[in-house]
């Protein structure tokens, strides 16, 4: 993240125009977003995707899962590898060093001794391209399952390691042929077993654990299972998600879950609302989206009801200049964009139903909360933030003196964006709250103006005010972008928010301003950025409403 000193710029951005900081108006221009802010969804058909032979023990109703299904691309991981090696090189001193202190890592140290690799994995009874699912028998047990080649050469290599370090591994218990590890604990119980070239973790309350222990060990089988792998296909296919890992929580069934582990027995009308709310939001879905030799994507996406999803996209505005203002490869941009008025009317709905399930559920305290929100929402919002759409700001260039400690940079090229329906209305109500602006030389005549400001800022600052946008320029090279957002119109709905910087130009940046002061922290900080910095490029995301719900999406340049 940038140092404390990018604080210094909106400071400075933020003194002229301190009273239109709210949004309101526009976004989007008849340009398409950069490419690394567009959504970089899986490659590959996951129809044609094997389902690992573990996905038979998951149960299909299960409230949650996280799996893998597919490997890595291998050049992604070489690079990342290459990246990260000086950052684990001293990870790796610092654990040899707390082996020699501890026999267990010791033997664990030993053991993998050059066998970091395929051959060495395989030859421990793992698979190099292991294959995972973590997930709920209902709620609890959580049960996680992960492929190996070699199930027995895999105990071996666990014995092996005790044998070592001198421990004595607790004696195995047997249940339908099948023998695991049982370990109490103050929360409940820990169940390893190796299985079927399985590694078998589950943990839960003792009880539980006890009840469900053959589904866990999986000499018993779920009654419908997730063996064909049609959900977590049907969702990769719906929001562009690979099989390396994708994962989901089932709103309904996990409230179901919990009301039953809580000895809860709703009544007809609470179970009415709570179907009737999971209708609105059945899903949370999270995975990898585009993962190559040179980028990283993932999303996160709340899944909603066709009328909710309406709703939402009632809520983007147009964005005036937010494509040209995110391009170019800025340092930092950020933009945000919103009908606050629709806003306003959807969070009170929200606050409504939750209302109405706190009623129908007697839970007093939802209810009022509910209530107390409702009420808060429908208020009229504050001026000037109910004439504001939108904003931007983009950092395209800072510079500070070399060891200098100052806040405020020797130079930037900066712009800032206010968005409104009416700018010159906006503006004209920001000098009626604070006189002070109108001394400033900002004239709502379209054009942008050179200010005199009263601090002493090494650097120019201007001013406009347009049809659509006030619009803020530090240094010169962005006055042409200014001239630029203060002529536009309108265009296409932009997100409801955009970001992207640049790692590496963050991570100099750091490096330049607090790099004695992170050294004095943690003498390997500095050389943990810097390979960071080598490794990452550009970060991008957006949150947004689709066909489906809102997604956040992010995307990761790698080096």
Known sequence: ????????????????????????????????????LAPHPAQGDPARLAVPPLFANIPADTPYLLAGMASFPPELLARIQR???PVVAPLVQQWQSLAGQNKVLAAIVAELDGKCNQAGLESLGFSSEPRFAIYGLGLQPVVARLAVKDHAVVQATIERIAAKAGATLPAMATRDGRSYWKVDIAAGSI???????????????????????????????????????????????????????IGFADTR??????????????????????????????RVVFGYGELSASRASGALVVELAPDVVTDLKALRVELPGLAATLSGQPIMTMGVGIDLARGQQVGVAVAEHLKQLGTACANGPLADAADQASRALSRPLPEPAGRISGGVVAIKDIKFATGAQ????????????????????????????????????????GAL???????????????????????????????????????????????????????????????????????????????????????????????????????????????
């Open 83 to 85: 990246g990260l090696a």
């Open 1 to 36: 993240m940038p140092s404390l000193r990018l604080r210094g710029v909106a400071v400075v951005v933020l003194l002229i125009a301190a009273s239109g900081c709210k949004k309101e108006g526009a976004t989007g221009d008849s340009m398409a977003l950069p490419a690394e």
């Open 253 to 282: 069934t996990i409230a179901g879950k919990a009301l039953e582990a809580a000895g809860a027995a709703p009544s007809a009308a609470c179970t009415a609302e709570l179907d009737r709310l999971s209708a609105k939001v059945p």
């Open 406 to 445: 100052q806040a405020i940079p020797e130079s930037v090229e900066a712009v800032m964006m206010i968005a409104s329906p009416d700018a010159r209305a906006l503006f004209k109500q920001a000098v009626e709250l604070a006189a002070e602006i109108g001394t400033l030389g900002i004239v709502a005549d």
């Open 449 to 559: 103006h050179d200010l005199t400001i009263p601090l002493p800022v090494p650097f120019p600052i201007a001013a406009g005010v347009g049809d659509k946008a006030i619009v803020v320029t530090a240094g010169t090279q962005q006055k042409p972008l200014a001239v630029q957002l203060l002529a536009a119109r309108g265009g296409s709905k932009a997100p409801l928010f955009a970001m992207t910087y640049d790692f590496s130009k963050v991570v100099d940046l750091e490096l330049h301003t607090l790099g004695p002061a992170l050294a004095a922290g943690n003498p390997a900080m500095p050389a943990v950025l810097r390979s960071m910095g080598q490794l990452l490029g550009r970060v991008s995301g957006t949150f947004d409403v689709t066909d489906h719900g809102v997604a956040v999406w992010s995307t990761v340049e790698i080096k």
């Open 191 to 245: 169940v390893i077993a190796l299985a079927d070239n399985q590694l078998i973790t589950a943990v839960g309350t003792a009880p539980e654990v006890e009840a469900k222990l053959g589904l866990i060990l999986g000499s018993d089988k779920p009654a419908q299972s997730m063996a064909d792998g049609r959900l977590v296909k049907e969702l990769m296919a719906r929001h562009g998600l690979g099989g390396q890992m």
